[in-house]
Structures are given as structure tokens and as C-alpha cells.
């Protein structure tokens, strides 16, 4: 175990008064090996930034356009001139609610990488494929999509579509399985000479997170809800390092 990822996913949800809060409460253990960033909206980054120095600012999309007439989009670059380290491509709710295709996501992720923002690039197969035992088939289909051209400085995350928002998690046997699976993949398609950490994401708490952080094949969590109020998202941050600590 060299690092663990703790990114927060705020989604559409923040304001200025909820960041000075979250600020009022937040303080982490320092562990070099744990690195936490926190994905606000766009107008919040800036914010965020300055209010959290001991984090990371991560953005939740970029444009496939370095830049140009395209109302609405935020640049890669941009994220970079922000201080981004880190930019969320392919959250399933792009993919379900924006019609975002594996070609386009594709593209974002080369974008982050030409300006040299790391993606953490999102997959994970809907109930319906988890019932049907087709798991692995959907997950593998995404990742050969959106690698393909890749360069190997990424991060990936788990999220099984039937375990964001829901309250279901992943078993910590189900999230191994699958991470260990991802990691092959990853490997061939990418050279097996690059550790790609691979975050689990999908109604994590500060209940769940021991026992998905005990799992060898994964290196950290993306994490919705639970990190919207700093107690909780410090309680996970905690377990990480419970764990880097043993
Ligand atoms: P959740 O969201 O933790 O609220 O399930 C995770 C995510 O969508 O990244």
C-alpha cells in the first residue's frame, strides 16, 4: 500500500456560507500518504481553495475544447489555472442524466491530460447488468472505450450505478472483485508498469469505510454525500488513516 485517494463529490450542492462551515469544522490528520480533495461546482473552487489549504481542489467535468465559442464550458486549462489537481470524467450521472457517449468521455480524459490535470475517470455497470451477471463485460467495454488513447497518469473510480445515493454499497468482496478485475485491465491496456490507483465510490459512510479500505485492490474512495458535512468526510478520512497507520 503506497497511497490512499479520498475525493469528495459535492454535485450540485455548496454555497459560499456552506464552504466557511465546512472550513469552521475541517481539520485531518496529516499523512502524506492520504491525499483528500474536495470536487465543489465550478464557481466554488476558488473557495474552496482558499478556505481548505491542507486539500486538493478537483473539478466535476471539463470540455473536450481547449477553448473557443462554446457557451457554458470550462477548459481543462482553466481547472489547471484554478490549481485543480484533479478533474471527475465520466460520473454516471454525465453518462445517464447528459448523454455523455464513451467517445466523448474519451476525449475529456485526453483534454485533462494534454493540460495536466489527472482524471479520475468513472465506470461501473447499472443494476440491471449486476443482475444479469454482466458486471465485468459493461466495466471492461468502458475502459477499453476511454483508454484507449490514454496516457497512464489517471486515477479510476468504482461506482456501481445501483450504489450511488442509494444507501447500497458494494460488498467489500464485490468492490475487491471488481477492482482487481479493472486492474488487469487497466494493465494490458495501459502497460502493466503503472499502479493506477482504483477509488471505490457508491454510498461509502464513515461505517462502510473501514472494511472497503481493508480491501488489497482498493486505494481509496470517491465519496458523495457523506462528504458534504465536514464531520463525516473526516470520520472516512480517519479510517484511511487508521489504516495507512497499521
Ligand atoms: P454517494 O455518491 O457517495 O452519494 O453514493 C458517490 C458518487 O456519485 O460519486
Given at each position: 500500500?503506497?497511497?490512499?485517494?479520498?475525493?469528495?463529490?459535492?454535485?450540485?450542492?455548496?454555497?459560499?456560507?456552506?464552504?466557511?462551515?465546512?472550513?469552521?469544522q475541517?481539520?485531518?490528520?496529516?499523512n502524506?500518504?492520504?491525499?483528500?480533495?474536495?470536487a465543489p461546482?465550478?464557481?466554488?473552487?476558488?473557495?474552496?481553495r482558499?478556505a481548505?489549504p491542507?486539500?486538493?481542489?478537483?473539478a466535476?467535468d471539463?470540455?473536450?475544447h481547449?477553448q473557443?465559442?462554446?457557451t457554458?464550458?470550462?477548459s481543462?486549462?482553466?481547472?489547471v489555472?484554478?490549481?485543480?489537481?484533479y478533474?471527475?470524467?465520466?460520473?454516471?450521472?454525465?453518462?445517464q442524466?447528459?448523454?455523455?457517449?464513451?467517445?466523448?468521455?474519451a476525449?475529456k480524459?485526453a483534454?485533462?491530460?494534454?493540460?495536466?490535470v489527472?482524471?479520475i475517470?468513472?465506470?461501473?455497470?447499472?443494476q440491471?447488468?449486476?443482475e444479469?451477471?454482466?458486471?465485468?463485460?459493461?466495466?471492461?467495454?468502458q475502459?477499453?472505450?476511454?483508454l484507449?488513447?490514454?496516457?497512464?497518469?489517471l486515477?479510476?473510480?468504482?461506482?456501481?450505478?445501483w450504489a450511488?445515493?442509494?444507501?447500497?454499497?458494494?460488498?467489500?468482496?464485490?468492490?475487491n472483485?471488481?477492482?482487481?478485475?479493472?486492474?488487469?485491465?487497466v494493465?494490458?491496456?495501459?502497460?502493466?508498469s503503472?499502479a493506477?490507483?482504483?477509488?471505490?465510490?457508491?454510498?461509502?459512510?464513515?461505517?462502510?469505510?473501514?472494511?472497503?479500505f481493508?480491501?488489497?485492490?482498493?486505494?481509496?474512495?470517491?465519496?458523495?454525500?457523506?462528504?458534504?458535512?465536514?464531520?463525516?468526510f473526516?470520520a472516512?478520512?480517519?479510517s484511511?488513516?487508521?489504516?495507512l497507520?497499521?
Amino acid at each position: 500500500m503506497t497511497n490512499l485517494y479520498l475525493i469528495g463529490n459535492w454535485k450540485q450542492h455548496g454555497s459560499r456560507a456552506a464552504i466557511q462551515a465546512f472550513s469552521e469544522q475541517w481539520s485531518s490528520d496529516p499523512n502524506p500518504q492520504l491525499r483528500i480533495a474536495i470536487a465543489p461546482p465550478f464557481p466554488y473552487l476558488q473557495a474552496l481553495r482558499e478556505a481548505l489549504p491542507d486539500c486538493q481542489v478537483a473539478a466535476q467535468d471539463c470540455s473536450v475544447h481547449a477553448q473557443g465559442a462554446h457557451t457554458g464550458e470550462v477548459s481543462a486549462d482553466m481547472l489547471v489555472d484554478l490549481g485543480c489537481q484533479y478533474v471527475i470524467v465520466g460520473h454516471s450521472e454525465r453518462r445517464q442524466y447528459h448523454d455523455e457517449t464513451d467517445a466523448l468521455i474519451a476525449e475529456k480524459l485526453a483534454a485533462a491530460q494534454s493540460a495536466g490535470v489527472t482524471p479520475i475517470l468513472c465506470v461501473g455497470e447499472q443494476q440491471a447488468a449486476r443482475e444479469a451477471g454482466k458486471q465485468d463485460e459493461v466495466v471492461r467495454a468502458q475502459l477499453r472505450s476511454a483508454l484507449a488513447t490514454a496516457q497512464p497518469n489517471l486515477l479510476i473510480a468504482y461506482e456501481p450505478v445501483w450504489a450511488i445515493g442509494t444507501g447500497l454499497t458494494a460488498t467489500p468482496d464485490q468492490a475487491n472483485e471488481m477492482h482487481e478485475m479493472i486492474r488487469q485491465e487497466v494493465s494490458s491496456l495501459l502497460g502493466a508498469s503503472h499502479a493506477t490507483p482504483i477509488l471505490y465510490g457508491g454510498s461509502v459512510n464513515a461505517e462502510n469505510a473501514d472494511a472497503l479500505f481493508a480491501c488489497p485492490h482498493v486505494d481509496g474512495s470517491l465519496v458523495g454525500g457523506a462528504s458534504l458535512q465536514a464531520a463525516s468526510f473526516m470520520a472516512i478520512a480517519q479510517s484511511a488513516s487508521n489504516y495507512l497507520s497499521h
